[in-house]
Nanobody, 123 residues
Framework: QVQLVESGGGSVQAGGSLRLSCAAS????????MGWFRQAPGKEREGVAG???????RYADSVKGRFTISKDNAKNTLYLEMNSLKSEDTAMYYC?????????????????WGQGTQVTVSS
């Protein structure tokens, strides 16, 4: 049984930083693809960042230069480092896993999902 458990969310002021973690069990994150998605109230879920097994990454334009996706294969954990946070980054953040992906930030490619962690940025 695959489980993805996110942590690290919280409340922060604009300009601040947070690091999200996603601990995986029943799934080896060194294979396939891992991604971070977010959903703000009243909006559709959107892809934030993705990473393939070979290390190729992709970011949404809105977070380029501010967010960094990384993974620790030894700990089987995915991370999202978020800097220069803005109020528009406020959302529930989800991690996801897929045996294979192409676009990396398309939710239709992902099979397994975590329950999410809330990020709130106040201006």
């Amino acid at each position: 049984q695959v489980q993805l458990v996110e942590s690290g969310g919280g409340s922060v002021q604009a300009g601040g930083s947070l690091r999200l973690s996603c601990a995986a069990s029943g799934y080896t994150i060194s294979t396939g693809c891992m991604g971070w998605f977010r959903q703000a109230p009243g909006k559709e879920r959107e892809g934030v960042a993705g990473v393939k097994s070979v290390g190729t990454t992709r970011y949404a334009d809105s977070v380029k230069g501010r967010f960094t996706i990384s993974k620790d294969n030894a700990k089987n954990t995915l991370y999202l480092e978020m800097n220069s946070l803005k109020s528009e980054d406020t959302a529930m953040y989800y991690c996801a896993a897929a045996p294979f992906c192409w676009f990396m930030t398309s939710e239709r490619e992902y099979r397994y999902w975590g329950q999410g962690t809330q990020v709130t940025v106040s201006s």
